[in-house]
């Protein structure tokens, strides 16, 4: 079982929910256009419309990436995250802005790992949340074991 159901993670100021072992990236995080020009910036900020194969190339020396949601209704994060977890990137990913409690358990599956929503959410609500589907049927960034796999004995 993923760890994520049982507790919260802890967080910085800013960020409600994080669930890494790390040390939390303390830097500003500049924008898709900046961090490709710029050879020291370890943080960036993803808007909508930006496209995060940008990254690739520069992935390995990102130790946060940021995903704003300026509307809950706007689901351009979610191909973001999967896009940067499928290339191989471990930092820190971190959804910001308008995150509802029915979407955190998909921002998880889609490999966000650090939530900063603009209003704090009801802990119990975003705890029941994250762990409302125990199985899943398709792998996604989290790595959890499928049902097929489980019916089968493969882990």
């Known amino acids: 079982m993923d760890k994520t159901t049982n507790d919260l993670g802890t967080s910085p100021d800013e960020v409600?929910?994080?669930?890494?072992?790390?040390?939390?990236?303390?830097?500003?995080?500049?924008t898709v256009d900046a961090c490709r020009d710029q050879t020291n910036a370890t943080a960036v900020r993803?808007?909508?419309?930006?496209?995060?194969?940008?990254?690739?190339?520069?992935?390995?020396?990102?130790?946060?990436?940021?995903?704003?949601?300026?509307?809950?209704?706007?689901?351009?994060?979610?191909?973001?995250?999967?896009?940067?977890?499928?290339?191989?990137?471990?930092?820190?990913?971190?959804?910001?802005?308008?995150?509802?409690i029915d979407q955190l358990s998909h921002m998880r599956r889609c490999g966000f790992d650090a939530f900063?929503?603009?209003?704090p959410l009801d802990e119990d609500d975003a705890a029941r949340a994250f762990a409302v589907w125990e199985n899943v049927y398709q792998h996604a960034a989290d790595d959890r074991t499928t049902i097929p796999e489980l019916r089968h004995g493969q882990t």
């Open 46 to 100: 993803i808007e909508p419309g930006d496209d995060a194969r940008e990254l690739l190339p520069i992935l390995g020396r990102l130790a946060l990436v940021e995903v704003n949601f300026p509307s809950f209704a706007d689901g351009r994060g979610y191909s973001a995250a999967r896009i940067l977890r499928e290339a191989g990137y471990t930092g820190e990913l971190r959804a910001v802005g308008d995150i509802l």
């Open 116 to 119: 900063a929503p603009d209003k």
């Open 16 to 30: 409600q929910f994080r669930f890494r072992e790390d040390e939390v990236a303390d830097h500003a995080a500049v």
